[in-house]
């Protein structure tokens, strides 16, 4: 196929969908890519580059392959949002020489977009979209689109602004075309806009296109001037990376999306938990070893420690998820923190005292001993509710101080309610040593 | 507002959004919701029941609520794939007596859908779609839209089909309005139509979405026809259910979006985990007593416990949490799977000898003892090997399995691998008694 046949290439090429055709850019060679680089033209080449599904740190090389002025182009040609997210990924020299061979409006759009902080609206939003006065008429909206189309990123809301550029009112494609050509924007125009703030958290944008089903979302500037847009497919992108965040938090690993070939990558991904943890272990153990006399005497006990601390760790975990995902989905704020805590400690205490006579139950057929079951079902009671209290407990913290509540990852918990679950059991083990001997 | 004033409500209510309108209805009591029954006509009111967010379990109660025959009216007005999915929630009785109530037409559509098998493209897709013959033009396209808009659940794709209703190519709105309108639809539609099939399982069909960046996808039959469409909103909340579903999984829980106020349901989500949890506890239990003796002996042995048993949970855990994680967002599939075992069977020696070293040094300094800091080392690092390759090995058999992954919990993971940990540690620590007493 890529015997030099240019036309040949080109006319196959182009039958793909974007998405496939950056499937096979990635999966060639980079001497496949140099020819492809002179088969296409820059402006082709962005929409691939756009599709592209590769690890951030991935572009600069890329970028390398490509000549320095034939890089540039291209990038100028991207969607403003996605070429803005590959020069975030770039140091500075080689930003700044990418934005050295661009036209000076294109420069000064990125640059606005690149001054965004990272996780807000701003960051995230493109600058391609459509927008209309209010005075204008349906067939003049109708032409603005038309002219738009081969560049707006969606062409399916019209976004309505006053003579300052503010943000007035919106417009979708299907109200257009249902309308007489006539008729004046400003009296078909929908007056309530939902909008972001360029400021505004992207966890928060992505409920706001989840729950009223948009499309797209205008973003607007602290006086009301239409910045930018976000749409629908970026919004997706940022669901999944918000679910594989919290995902990686509870497993107690840096980033779960890593299923490269390289095992030392992945080691450094997942030893500084593993090391952290192994210091509180340690701290476990220290408290531990103020029993080691009611261990010495009674080395039964030391067999229902792994029941214990596990099941601890267990109502924890479970109790953390329901917090976070809370939080996360702004199910819980505010108000009803209080009621959770307090929905939270009920829970716990049921689940405890269920679980507290079930072990008094096993360990009462298994060993026949009703006092060793009955010390363990208590301690487990106890450490179920204390468990369940600190899961919910401290993510609601962490959150009120203004920090993201999935940082209590799931291990950490874990860890803290093994500490505690076996101080517990080993306390009440010490109190009744003299009825357990 | 509402003092019985229809005229006034009916103003301001319609200024809101849909979403608002639900949010509204939703958090209003039943006698009020009576009043709003009366005020807005079911198609009016079945908009509103497309946007509400409650449980699946509460449609009954307001369906109830409502006189039989404005229901059903209602549910017919809905879009398919949002009637099916409250009709899904009923039980079959109530079912029929709505469906006894439509019209036949309506009917019919209902219960083709109805039959789909939970999960797959079937299940939700809809099929207020837009579709034109081959020969059409593309002024006549546009006509079929105008006619369809206020219908259709999305008008800015058109589907294209031959006479018998097979899919044969597919055009966006924007294509359509720049072109000429006696343009013949075949000429500038695009054949190469990514679709779904009906029996296609639903995050396969979240997953091209995604890449691709559609709107909506076309679904279509064994035979190839064009039998109903998936649009990007009903994706996003498939992806948010199937991320939540991981990650309750992960925390061993049923469902983790679970924050309101009864703490009785909030425990039988919970106690069924926990209790098997604690039988397979008693498992570990019963194999570390046959230990005993050596716990007898020497009962410092039992303080490093817990912290072999949760840095082997913890590694087990991540490995779990990277393996369900790459099956589900399909870069783990057949080829693969050997490389990733390979690669964690790597990574569990570099991160387990590590930690072995780690312990070795901190148990040194701490209790001054080297053979004990040896043990529980050597006992460290092979727990972190085995717990890796279990986390990983284990998902992926049960893949294979034809089962969803995500079925291995962290949990269920963390308790078997406190089992092999600990049976290596006292293991070990049986066979080295004579050095370490």
Chains 1, 2 share one sequence.
Request: aromatic share 8%.
């Amino acid at each position: 196929l890529l015997d030099d046949n240019i036309e040949e290439f080109r006319e196959q090429y182009f039958t793909l969908h974007e998405y496939d055709q950056a499937q096979f850019y990635e999966k060639v060679g980079p001497d496949i890519r140099q020819k492809i680089y002179h088969f296409l033209s820059p402006q082709e080449m962005a929409l691939i580059f756009e599709a592209l599904e590769i690890e951030d740190d991935e572009y600069e090389a890329y970028l390398n392959e490509m000549e320095t002025s034939y890089a540039a182009d291209m990038l100028s040609f991207m969607n403003t949002d996605d070429a803005v997210d590959v020069l975030n990924e770039l140091d500075e020299d080689q930003r700044d020489s990418f934005l050295e061979m661009m036209d000076s409006e294109t420069v000064e759009e990125f640059n606005e977009l690149l001054a965004y902080e990272e996780y807000t609206a701003g960051s995230i939003m493109t600058t391609e979209y459509v927008s209309i006065l209010e005075n204008s008429t349906v067939r003049s909206a109708m032409a603005v689109l038309r002219k738009e189309a081969p560049n707006a990123e969606t062409i399916y809301y019209v976004f309505v602004v006053d003579d300052e550029h503010r943000l007035t009112g919106v417009l979708s494609l299907r109200d257009l075309i249902v309308s007489n050509e006539d008729t004046i924007i400003k009296d078909i125009m929908k007056e309530r806009v939902v909008c972001a703030k360029v400021t505004d958290d992207q966890e928060d944008v992505a409920q706001l296109i989840k729950d009223y089903n948009f499309l797209a979302l205008p973003v607007v500037s602290e006086n009301n001037e239409l910045v930018g847009i976000i749409t629908v497919d970026d919004i997706i992108d940022v669901i999944d990376e918000e679910a594989t965040d919290d995902y990686s938090k509870l497993a107690g690993i840096s980033d779960v999306d890593d299923t490269d070939v390289n095992p030392f990558k992945a080691a450094k991904n997942r030893l500084p938990w593993l090391i952290m943890l192994l210091f509180l272990g340690t701290l476990t153990a220290t408290l531990m070893s103020r029993f080691e006399a009611t261990l010495d005497q009674v080395a039964l006990l030391a067999l229902f420690i792994p029941l214990i601390s596990g099941t601890s760790g267990n109502s924890g975990t479970q109790a953390l998820a329901v917090a976070v995902r809370g939080i996360a989905t702004g199910e819980v704020d505010g108000k009803n923190k209080l009621k959770l805590l307090i929905r939270e400690i009920c829970t716990g205490l049921i689940t405890g005292i269920v679980c507290g006579i079930v072990v008094v139950a096993i360990i009462y057929f298994w060993q026949h001993s009703l006092i060793i079951g009955l010390l363990v079902g208590a301690a487990i009671c106890c450490s179920i509710v204390v468990a369940t209290i600190a899961g919910s407990f401290i993510p609601l913290l962490i959150h009120k101080l203004g920090v993201d509540p999935a940082v209590a990852s799931g291990p950490f918990i874990t860890t803290l309610n093994d500490i505690t679950s076996i101080l517990i059991y080993l306390g009440l083990a010490t109190n009744f040593i003299s009825q357990i001997r």
